[in-house]
């Protein structure tokens, strides 16, 4: 028994066109005019409305810990789903005395697989740079997970690396294919920054994005290209925020270096002013790099519609406001200690929907490639991002027509607000298929627990390629 979607605008990051899909079990099957059903098959009707396939969120975190307090875990993957990304990528941090392997087959085996509502693969971050540590990177690449990931920013936390792990760690990935990937802040910078503002009395939530302004970033992200060139290696820039920093990507990128980025959602539409709003509220926007101003944006904007910037992420934290942002207020406390990150899993594709495709700033092919088929193309995952005869059937059927406005209590991310609350949306995912499986039915999960699988990354990711 397959499903037959009907009279779609089927949209892939190349074109569009009407026609229809056929998903037999797992594997879209045929694409095409005038497919006729077999006995048995489901037939939806799909006039009005874009198929899309199923998103890929390259950057999420269900696992990311900041001064002892924990986001919420895959048990809210089904959010991914309902917001129409059937496969995220998680951040395991390496365990301290362990190898990178060992700790994502042991984080994998408890907190991922059986609960997943969506299909999962793992970035590892490296922590503890020793020789072994180094030595084991190439053996990312054939156990599945070809990416790895660095922290330049957050000095005196566990998860900091220095430049010479950075080094050590392009070196030894490009050995085998693995994509090393950099949060790139100069985290001295932000150190001193800090500091000056707490003596000062300085310590509310705005204060966070003067600690880090856009200087900050653009020079560890130019430091990182310079040690990607120095290595002869690729190098993928996660949550690119600001203009400098883009500068530095694009420069990058026309003198032959092999420099990929991503941007996020919220960085799209959001403003470092959202940090100064009233009470304790700023807090729910305290994320790193820092919320940017306009001029930000636009550049922004810009540089994902013309191929400058290669995914849009949710860079998803599910820290509660109540109890964990909080953590920063009071006697002795400061926007230093308040948790680094916001959920927006469930958004991602609804907001580059409203804000990008409605207002014009990137093309529906544009969003297709930003949100579903590069990040697949980047992370190695072969079957997924695309609507093509012999990929997985994970397939997004998106009602333009519907009209709401995004509020936490009626998402899935199971923390008590959204960054994104009384924003205008316009249109939504209406139907997913996870692999064939019907999760989302009327702008309703219906899934189950575990309908998620491991997808194994196979090594030299887009990175290398282009
Ligand atoms: O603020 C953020 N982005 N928190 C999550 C960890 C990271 O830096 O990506
Ligand atoms: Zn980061
Ligand atoms: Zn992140």
């Known amino acids: 028994m397959g499903t037959l979607i009907k009279n779609g605008t089927i949209v892939t990051a190349e074109n569009e066109f009407t026609g229809d899909i056929y998903l037999d079990g797992e594997t879209i099957a045929k694409i095409g005019k005038d497919i006729v059903p ?63 392997i060992e700790t994502v087959e042991d984080y994998k085996k408890t907190d991922a697989d059986g609960i997943s509502m969506v299909d999962y693969a793992f970035h590892l971050v490296m922590v503890d740079p020793r020789d072994e540590v180094i030595d084991e990177i190439p053996k990312l690449a054939e156990a599945g997970y070809p990416t790895m990931k660095l922290f330049m920013a957050y ?136 919320l940017r101003t306009e001029e930000h944006r636009n550049a922004l904007w810009e540089a994902v519609d013309r191929k400058q910037l290669n995914a849009i992420s949710s860079d998803h934290c599910g820290f509660d406001y109540e109890h964990q942002k909080h953590m920063g207020y009071g006697e002795g406390k400061s926007f230093a200690d308040i948790p680094n990150g916001c959920p927006s899993l469930q958004n991602r594709l609804n907001i580059l929907w409203t804000y990008g495709v409605e207002e ?19 992370n190695g995952l072969d079957k997924k991002g695309q ?28 923390v008590d607000y959204s960054p994104f609350e009384g924003f205008r949306q316009k249109g939504r995912p209406e139907t997913v298929f996870l692999r064939g499986k019907k999760i989302v039915d009327d702008a309703k999960y219906i899934g189950d627990k575990g309908d998620g699988k491991f997808i194994k990354g196979k090594p030299y990711g887009a990175a290398y390629r282009w």
Request: aromatic fraction near 8%; include cysteine.
């Open 155 to 290: 000095k005196g936390q566990f998860f900091h690396a220095d430049d010479d792990a950075i080094l050590k760690a392009l070196q030894k990935g490009k050995e085998t294919g693995v994509t090393i990937m950099v949060h790139a802040e100069n985290a001295d910078m932000i150190d001193v920054a800090t500091n000056q503002l707490i003596a000062e009395g300085k310590t509310g939530p705005y204060y966070h994005a003067v600690s880090r302004p856009t200087v900050v970033e653009a020079e560890a992200t130019r430091r990182a290209i310079y040690l990607a060139e120095m290595a002869d290696a690729p190098i993928y820039i996660v949550h690119v925020t600001c203009r400098e920093a883009l500068e530095e990507v694009k420069a990058a990128y026309s003198r032959g270096q092999k420099v990929f980025g991503e941007t996020c959602a919220h960085y799209l539409v959001l403003d470092e002013q959202d940090l100064n709003r009233p009470g304790y509220e700023g807090a729910k926007y305290v994320c790193s790099p820092a």
């Open 360 to 378: 014009g700033k990137i093309s529906r092919q544009r969003l297709v490639d930003l949100y579903a088929t590069s990040p697949a193309k980047i």
């Open 38 to 100: 077999q006995d048995g098959d489901e037939v939806i009707d799909a006039s009005g409305k874009y198929v899309l396939p199923g998103g890929v969120d390259q950057h999420v975190h269900f696992s990311f810990t900041y001064k002892g307090s924990k986001v919420r875990g895959f048990e809210t993957s089904n959010a991914a789903a309902l917001g129409g990304t059937t496969t995220v990528i998680e951040f395991v941090n390496q365990e301290k005395g362990k190898g990178l």
């Open 387 to 414: 609507l093509e005869v012999g990929y997985d059937a994970d397939v997004v059927i998106f009602d333009p027509a519907y009209e709401g406005v995004i509020s936490y209590e009626t998402n899935l991310e199971g």
